[in-house]
């Protein structure tokens, strides 16, 4: 009798501890600041306040950067399409600056360097004026930001600017603002932006909102998002034609092994990823998953037949859908096609490593 009563106690226990991962019993990640009530209401830019919106021309000859860069405000296209640093032949690359950011703080000007050495036209949005304020009314000036940048963007487009040759990246909310800034140009022009890179895209009071309010795949010809702190900063729906969840993309491994990496070192590393991959286009290879459940797990390396595509310019837009992309926890981070084994899994073997010892003691 006390051996059945036994046997039901640790049936019992079993029972619970096979439950410890199932949403019935711990739920799921509503994310930080899913939602803010009222960011979609309206904003408006006066007339006046438009001289703030500017486009940076990147141009890296001179010894000091700031001398040498041209500012365009919206009442200027037609200048601005008149600049010695401008040359519609070649692809245009805009950086949109995100959540208190400018043009001359270091994420946007180093982006603009390597957009340039690379061939490219660089312009950098400054969106400073529209930001500096309490995050969720920013967030409501960036459907404005975005209507009134693709209108500078369809003056341009008159002047010669080729939207196929027209790609927009930003961070965080500046990927946001990019996707109001290719929907609001398609209504424009009638035709779509080539390319969108959100780069973890702002999930905070984005998070929760359908595709006609943040990034979606409808935003360009090609959008391809990388994650890197989806229940953070960032948001978990696979919203583009690629989307790259690095490491999972809901927490990064810290520079240093011993120092955590929580959301907001998180966040940025989507931006180290990318500029880094601009370098080495076929480096960081990404396994595709079946969902995005099955990204944060880690579980795609098994997937048969095993599909890859890669983070940067050179991914292949006609494969589209899930990936999970394995890195190194410091510069350069990729991993090339040893990160295609689950062995060499940076964050399954490190933590594998830590407790290697049958027994500890002290
Ligand atoms: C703002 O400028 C636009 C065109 O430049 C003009 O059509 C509009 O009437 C102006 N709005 C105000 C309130 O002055
Ligand atoms: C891109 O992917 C498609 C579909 O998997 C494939 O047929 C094509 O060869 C790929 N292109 C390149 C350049 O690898």
Known sequence: MFLIILLLYLGKICNVSTMYNENEWDGYSVGFLSDCPGSDKEAIITNKTLKDLTFTIQNH???????TRRKYNYYQMKDLAQDPNLDFNKPTFVFVSGYLDTTDFYITSNIAKVYEDIGYN?????????????????????????????????????????????????????????SYIGKNYQLIVGTKISRITGLDPAGPCFRNLGPEDRIDKNDADFVDILSTNIDGLGMAAPAGHVNIYANGGEYQPGEFIWMLCTSFCSHIRAYFLWITALSYPDSFIAIQCDSVQQARNRQCYDRQPMVTNVLGLKSNRSREGIFYLNTDHKHPYYMGVKGLQKQYDFVLSQMKAMNMEKVIKM
């Open 61 to 67: 000859k001179g010894d000091n950067i700031f001398n």
């Open 122 to 178: 660089v312009l950098m949005l400054d969106t400073n004026k529209f930001t500096t304020m309490v995050y969720p009314r920013a967030v409501r000036f960036m459907r404005p930001v975005g209507k009134h940048t693709a209108e500078m963007l369809a003056e341009l487009t008159q002047l010669g600017l080729d939207p196929k040759k027209l790609e927009i990246a930003g961070l965080s909310l500046g990927a946001q603002t990019a």
